[in-house]
């Protein structure tokens, strides 16, 4: 599996992004996907990940600002980013995984979300 994260940028407080996870070579079902992000000098932390069954899961941080989407015909996953916030600034990373044999966890590019006060 391959994943090509795309949609970061530089946006005000309060703004909105969204970002797309593209995922292609997929030999083997997803069974979940994830968005996980990591700021300057902390450790990658967990956002938001949905089940190829529609499950959502979100941190505390962005429960009710933060909306992840995945459509399962064309193996994308979005981010919907809302009333963002300064502490929101980081590298976000897309997450592929399967959890039934054969197992993977397979990792995308990071891109940059910047949102500044």
């Known amino acids: 599996v391959q994943l090509q994260a795309s949609g970061g940028g530089l946006v005000q407080a309060g703004g909105s992004l969204r970002l797309s996870c593209s995922a292609s070579?997929?030999?083997?079902?997803?069974?979940?996907m994830g968005w996980y992000r990591q700021a300057p000098g902390k450790q990658r932390e967990f956002i938001a990940s949905?089940?190829?069954?529609?499950?959502?899961n979100y941190a505390d941080s962005v429960e009710g600002r933060f909306t992840v989407s995945r459509d399962n015909r064309d193996n994308t996953m979005t981010l919907q980013m809302n009333s963002l916030k300064p502490e929101d600034t980081a590298t976000y990373y897309c997450?592929?995984?399967?959890?039934?044999?054969?197992?993977?966890?397979?990792w995308g590019q990071g891109t940059l979300v910047t949102v500044s006060s």
């Open positions: 949905v089940t190829n069954g529609g499950t959502t």
């Open positions: 997450k592929a995984q399967r959890t039934v044999t054969p197992t993977y966890v397979t």
């Open positions: 070579r997929i030999r083997f079902t997803i069974s979940v």
